[in-house]
Nanobody, 124 residues
Framework: QVQVAESGGGLVQAGGSLRLSCAAS????????MGWFRQAPGTEREFIAA????????NYADTVKGRFTISRDNAKNTVYLQMNSLNPEDTAVYYC?????????????????WGQGTRVTVSS
């Protein structure tokens, strides 16, 4: 069973930066395509970014393109989400998800493995 766990959330001022980490275990991390999603109160889950299992392709939502960067370190079984120029609209619970191989897709239902989420709050 694949287990996914996020960390790194917290409170940050608008304009600041935060880096989220996501560790996946229970299988071969290098075969997982990884995605980040978020959900703000009263809204639906939203795709943020994804990185293909071999790292040769990334995908970003328009709302974060140019501000957020997804990367992975297969030696550490970890994927990262570097978030810069944060604004209050980025406040949400951020979730990491994994799928075996496959493209870096934005469709959440294609990711069978999910973490519990880490909360990010951006103050104005």
């Amino acid at each position: 069973q694949v287990q996914v766990a996020e960390s790194g959330g917290g409170l940050v001022q608008a304009g600041g930066s935060l880096r989220l980490s996501c560790a996946a275990s229970g299988g071969a991390f290098s075969t997982y395509t990884m995605g980040w999603f978020r959900q703000a109160p009263g809204t639906e889950r939203e795709f943020i970014a994804a990185i293909r299992w071999n790292g040769d392709d990334t995908n970003y939502a328009d709302t974060v393109k140019g501000r957020f960067t997804i990367s992975r370190d297969n030696a550490k079984n970890t994927v990262y989400l570097q978030m810069n120029s944060l604004n209050p609209e980025d406040t949400a619970v951020y979730y990491c998800a994994a799928r075996n191989f496959g493209a870096a897709v934005a469709t959440g239902t294609l990711y069978p493995y999910w973490g519990q989420g880490t909360r990010v709050t951006v103050s104005s």
